[in-house]
Structure formats: C-alpha cells, structure tokens
C-alpha cells in the first residue's frame, strides 16, 4: 500500500505553467495558502525548457504585459543574459519557491477528484471536495482539499474528473457568427510541436539522423523554408496531431515529432542548402507543445467577433492582443501557408466571467483552456495572455477567501475590487485607470508633471498619451516630492520605465522581445537590463521634519512597488539616485491614497 498524504489549502492550482505559476504568486501574495500541483519536474509549461515555445503576447506599442510576468522578465534579463534555458528553469522556480505560502508539488500528476452534487450557490450543481495526485519520485499519493481549485493544465484535467462542462474541437460559422467558412462544428483543433534547435560552432560537425527519422525534401517545405541565421526561426510549423485526437494520440503523435523534427534537422544539415556544417542538435523536444484541447465553459464564453470587434467588458480583468493565429489542423502536411495571421484590435478586453465555471461552484481556471470559442482560443492561447489571467484567477481567489464568496459572488459584488487590486499590481486594463486619492490629488508637487499622479501606468493610445513621454525625467539624486497636512499614508505607488518595447535591447525585434532564444549564433546578442529602467532609488516619508527611509533599492528589477505603509508623514519623497543606463531617470508614476 503506497503512502497517502493530506494537504489542506485556500486554493489548488493544477498545472504550472505560465498562467498557473501566476496565478499561484498572485492569490499567495495576498496571504491565501496555496498548493501548485505540476506534473513535470521543471515549471513553465510549454515555456520550460522541455518544450522552448517562446513567451508571445500582445503585438503593437507599449502593449507588453507587466504585473508578475513583466517582473519575471526583467529577473530573467538580469540573471541570464545569454537566455540560457537552466537558468530560466531556475527563474521560474525561483519565483514560486520564495513565495512561504505556496506548497510546490512537482512531479505529481493530478488523477482523481472527489465531488459532490447538490444545489449550490450561483445555480451551480457541482462542488470540488478533494482532488488526487500521484507523485511519481516519492511514490506517494497526495490528497489536496481545498476552499477553491484552479486548472491551468492546458488539457483542463478537471473537467472529466469533476464533471465541469468543457468544449473541444471548432465551432461551425453559425453557433456565434464567427468569420469562419466551417459550414458544421467538427473536433479538429490546432496541433502540437516538438521542436529542434541548432547551436553554431566554431568547427564543422557531421549529424548522421537516427533510421526514424522523416525522410524530407525541398517539396515538404514549401511555405515552411527554414532559416536557421533568422533569429525569428523557432520551427514552430513542425506540427501534427490537429485532425486526430489531441489527447487520446499525443504518445504516438509525439514520435512522429519527434521523427518530423530529426527529419527536418536532417535536411537542414545534409541538403547543402543552408550553410549549416558548423550547427549542432542544441536542442530536441521529446514532450509536445500542445496548442489547443479542451475550453471550460464559464459565465461567458469569448467569442471572434468579440475580439474582432473591440468589445469592452464591465468585467474587464486582461487584455489580449495576438493576431487570430488558426492553425490548419493538418499542420506539417497542410499544404499551403500553415496559418492564418489576421490582426486584432490591440489591446483587447477579456472578462472575468470567462475564467470560472458555471456549472462547479468553486472552480476557476487560466491559460489555454478558459470559456472561449476555437477561432477565439486562436488568439487567447499565447503564454503572455495567459500570464495575465492566470494573476486575474489568483487575485480573485483571495477575494473569494477573504470575503467567504464564490468566484461568481466576487462577480456580483466585488468585481471593481478584484480591478483595483490588479491595477496596483501593475496589471494593464486598457479600459481602466487606477483612482488616485483626494489626499494625493491636493498635495503639492515638486519635480515632476501632474501626470504622474493621473493614474495611467504606462503612456498608451487608449489613453491618448502614446507619444507623451514620461511623467518625469529627473537626474540622478534629484528628488520628486510631495507635502501636504499630515495624514495617514496607507500606500505609495511607484512606477518607472522598463522600456516595454525593449528597444534599449540588442539585436532585432525577436530577440529583443523574448527572454529565450531558439537557434543560437555565435553572434547571439548578450542581454542585459533596459537602459531606462532605475537602477537605485530612495523612497523617503518625512514627519514633522523627520526622515524615514520606506524603501532603499539598489540594483532594481522591477517596473512597479506598490508599498503598503499606513504610516503618518507630511511629506514623500522619491530619490532616483542610478538608471541602468545614462542620462536622466524617466518616472512614469509616483502617487499614495
């Protein structure tokens, strides 16, 4: 008999990749007791270093995604300049292991729930009461019960364990009037990856493929011609498994991956096309990067035309900004371009009520698989995205906690608070701002523009400040000050400019923009911090004409502090004293309620 060990929690959060790495941070944060439960040894998902698809977003000017992604990022750039694959691993495990109130369960493959049918809050019929893991180094079965469960597994796990109602496959033109062609639903989606990598060297070395591996020639790459000097170049078009079934095939649609990409190495190295006699196999994926599964029906299912259409949501808790990026489901076979690429209208708002269930009362979920329509998951799936609401749902389950509500109670009665607490976080909602205190708004100023007390954390077209410039460019050791008539301070907000279009990087706009490379050069660029970023600061409350320092940074990887103080002062004081680059300091917000 294997050992049985109970672990009681506010939230469980199954699955760690980005959304559910975030979503664990966010909720423990706030001081919810939290369990991450991942079924691989290293977290990050399709992130990780088993799988190396890269972290994409929301395209146009600065519509990068901040809250904990953005302070990942910034670590990642701080720590491993040359996007070493071990290191960011050891970010990532980094950002959840020193978080106390999160219990990591690595390795453990979530195989079970216990539920219980009645008739519950919110007209749902169905509550989680336990779930059940198998951790396979300790051969031990680990039984989690928890207030709130999240599944941020991609393949959304519990829905067939707890009976939550899901979609799979695409929708036909008539069930949302989409822009699709599909005249009836069928259960084909997008496929899965596993991805080769190349590393250049100094010396020519042979790559004899494997017997597996796919014979190809010049025909199986048309519209697909790799180009290992291209930086853009991750052979994510080596893809299959979107006409069969994307669960129920994976291990045999995974050697044919991995078959496709040895193949495709093979071509690359042997065809004499491509100037390739001094790459080397760096990389070779054994574990699918999967696009699209099962979609948890929620409150609201987001459909195309909502993205397409630039729809606000009251309930706005992320945006999104990929294109409709629909891949054919034949994948590597499809003949033809392998995509669609449409734009969207960036940033788009996405709602809260798509990221809980409307038939289990307390369960949430993030990532690929929340209550969207295929042509909407084309756009919703990319990891960036994902971040973002995975922070939404942890940030939600801590209001769940501390206010004894359900995820649709927090709906009814304390969404503008779960915005308020985002948005103090640095979470960007396009059709928000944060509110600034009457006490900030009537003390006085000294060293900056009023802009910096508008509560806009990021100069932006939806707010008509995309070409304004920071609030305040001060030189180092200058101070921006406020005084007023002596008050309780309960928090000071402080922003500054990471260079969210990373233009103070090198290399071109891939590098620049992801953490991770694929093929590496010997001419790869090497990493460092955004140049506009602060480097060191100061942050001073002063009291009756008595300092105190509230915060001394140096070295400084973050793009925003919200600072709890409840102190009284009559007067702050904000000391950027270093940039990470020269020249003057640029400070995009500095205000307190």
Same mark, same amino acid.
């Given at each position: 008999?294997?050992?049985?060990?109970?672990?009681?929690?506010?939230?469980?959060?199954?699955?760690?990749?980005?959304?559910?790495?975030?979503?664990?941070?966010?909720?423990?944060?706030?001081?919810?007791?939290?369990?991450?439960?991942?079924?691989?040894?290293?977290?990050?998902?399709?992130?990780?270093?088993?799988?190396?698809?890269?972290?994409?977003?929301?395209?146009?000017?600065?519509?990068?995604?901040?809250?904990?992604?953005?302070?990942?990022?910034?670590?990642?750039?701080?720590?491993?300049?040359?996007?070493?694959?071990?290191?960011?691993?050891?970010?990532?495990?980094d950002f959840v292991t020193r978080e106390k109130n999160i219990t990591l369960l690595l390795n453990t493959t979530c195989m079970d729930a216990e539920t219980a049918e009645g008739d519950y809050a919110d007209g749902r019929s169905v509550r989680i009461e336990k779930i059940v893991? /198998?951790?396979?180094? *300790?051969? @031990?079965? %680990?039984?989690?019960?928890?207030?709130?469960? !999240?599944?941020?597994? =991609? $393949? #959304?796990?519990?829905?067939?364990?707890?009976?939550?109602?899901?979609?799979?496959?695409?929708?036909?033109?008539?069930?949302?009037?989409?822009?699709?062609?599909?005249?009836?639903?069928?259960?084909?989606?997008?496929?899965?990856?596993?991805?080769? /990598?190349?590393?250049? *060297?100094? @010396?020519? %070395?042979?790559?004899?493929?494997?017997?597996? !591996?796919?014979?190809? =020639? $010049? #025909?199986?790459?048309?519209?697909?011609?790799?180009?290992?000097?291209?930086?853009?170049?991750?052979?994510?078009?080596?893809?299959?498994?979107?006409?069969?079934?994307?669960?129920?095939?994976?291990?045999?649609?995974?050697?044919?991956?991995?078959?496709?990409?040895?193949? *495709?190495?093979?071509?690359?190295?042997?065809?004499?096309?491509?100037? !390739?006699?001094?790459?080397?196999?760096?990389?070779?994926?054994?574990?699918?990067?999967?696009?699209?599964?099962?979609?948890?029906?929620?409150?609201?299912?987001?459909?195309?035309?909502?993205?397409?259409?630039?729809?606000?949501?009251?309930?706005?808790?992320?945006?999104?900004?990929?294109?409709?990026?629909?891949?054919?489901?034949?994948?590597?076979?499809?003949?033809?371009?392998?995509?669609?690429?449409?734009?969207?209208?960036?940033?788009?708002?996405?709602?809260?009520?798509?990221?809980?269930?409307?038939?289990?009362?307390?369960?949430?979920?993030?990532?690929?698989?929340?209550?969207?329509?295929?042509?909407?998951?084309?756009?919703?799936?990319?990891?960036?995205?994902?971040?973002?609401?995975?922070?939404?749902?942890?940030?939600?389950?801590?209001?769940?906690?501390?206010?004894?509500?359900?995820?649709?109670?927090?709906?009814?009665?304390?969404?503008?608070?779960?915005?308020?607490?985002?948005?103090?976080?640095?979470?960007?909602?396009?059709?928000?701002?944060?509110?600034?205190?009457?006490?900030?708004?009537?003390?006085?100023?000294?060293?900056?523009?009023?802009?910096?007390?508008n509560g806009e954390d990021r100069e932006h077209i939806r707010y008509g400040t995309e070409d304004r410039g920071c609030a305040a460019l001060v030189k180092a050791g200058e101070a921006i000050s406020y005084s007023f008539d002596k008050a309780t301070v309960k928090a000071v907000?402080?922003?500054?400019?990471?260079?969210?279009?990373?233009?103070?990087?090198?290399?071109?706009?891939?590098?620049?923009?992801?953490?991770?490379?694929?093929?590496?050069?010997?001419?790869?660029?090497?990493?460092?911090?955004?140049?506009?970023?602060?480097?060191?600061?100061?942050?001073?409350?002063?009291?009756?004409?008595?300092?105190?320092?509230?915060?001394?940074?140096?070295?400084?990887?973050?793009?925003?502090?919200?600072?709890?103080?409840?102190?009284?002062?009559?007067?702050?004081?904000?000391?950027?004293?270093?940039?990470?680059?020269?020249?003057?300091?640029?400070?995009?917000?500095?205000?307190?309620?």
């Open positions: 008999m294997l050992e049985r060990k109970v672990i009681e929690c506010d939230l469980c959060v199954v699955g760690g990749g980005m959304a559910g790495l975030t979503s664990a941070i966010a909720a423990a944060r706030e001081g919810a007791k939290v369990v991450l439960m991942h079924e691989r040894p290293v977290l990050g998902g399709n992130a990780s270093s088993e799988i190396r698809m890269w972290v994409c977003g929301a395209k146009g000017k600065n519509n990068r995604e901040t809250g904990i992604l953005e302070e990942i990022m910034l670590e990642s750039l701080y720590r491993n300049p040359t996007k070493s694959y071990a290191l960011w691993d050891s970010i990532l495990y893991g /198998y951790q396979m180094t *300790t051969q @031990r079965f %680990i039984e989690v019960k928890a207030a709130l469960y !999240a599944d941020c597994s =991609g $393949d #959304s796990i519990l829905a067939p364990l707890s009976g939550a109602e899901f979609m799979f496959g695409r929708e036909s033109k008539y069930d949302f009037g989409e822009d699709t062609n599909l005249e009836e639903a069928d259960a084909m989606t997008m496929g899965m990856s596993c991805l080769v /990598y190349g590393r250049e *060297t100094n @010396r020519e %070395i042979t790559f004899i493929p494997p017997a597996f !591996a796919k014979k190809l =020639g $010049d #025909s199986d790459f048309e519209n697909r011609m790799p180009d290992i000097y291209d930086e853009t170049e991750n052979f994510w078009y080596l893809e299959l498994g979107g006409n069969r079934d994307s669960i129920g095939d994976t291990e045999e649609l995974r050697h044919e991956l991995v078959a496709l990409a040895l193949g *495709t190495w093979d071509y690359v190295k042997n065809s004499g096309r491509f100037k !390739a006699e001094k790459f080397d196999v760096d990389f070779l994926g054994f574990l699918p990067g999967k696009r699209e599964s099962r979609r948890m029906c929620g409150e609201y299912i987001v459909t195309q035309r909502d993205i397409s259409g630039g729809r606000v949501f009251e309930d706005e808790v992320a945006y999104g900004g990929w294109p409709l990026d629909d891949h054919f489901p034949g994948g590597f076979y499809h003949r033809g371009v392998p995509n669609t690429d449409f734009a969207t209208p960036a940033p788009y708002s996405l709602p809260y009520r798509a990221l809980y269930s409307r038939n289990v009362e307390n369960l949430f979920f993030a990532g690929r698989n929340i209550s969207m329509t295929h042509l909407a998951m084309s756009s919703i799936r990319v990891m960036a995205t994902c971040a973002l609401l995975g922070e939404a749902v942890g940030k939600a389950a801590y209001l769940c906690i501390k206010h004894g509500k359900t995820p649709h109670g927090v709906y009814l009665d304390h969404i503008c608070e779960l915005q308020e607490l985002l948005l103090n976080e640095d979470c960007f909602l396009p059709s928000k701002k944060r509110c600034i205190s009457d006490a900030c708004l009537g003390a006085t100023i000294r060293g900056a523009a009023d802009s910096i007390r907000h402080i922003v500054f400019d990471s260079d969210l279009n990373r233009v103070t990087l090198p290399g071109g706009w891939c590098e620049q923009g992801h953490s991770t490379r694929a093929c590496t050069l010997l001419d790869s660029p090497i990493m460092h911090m955004p140049l506009t970023l602060c480097k060191s600061f100061k942050l001073i409350g002063v009291c009756d004409g008595c300092e105190e320092i509230i915060l001394d940074v140096e070295d400084n990887r973050k793009r925003s502090y919200h600072v709890e103080c409840n102190k009284e002062y009559d007067e702050l004081m904000l000391v950027a004293l270093s940039s990470w680059g020269e020249g003057d300091i640029p400070v995009i917000s500095f205000d307190f309620c």
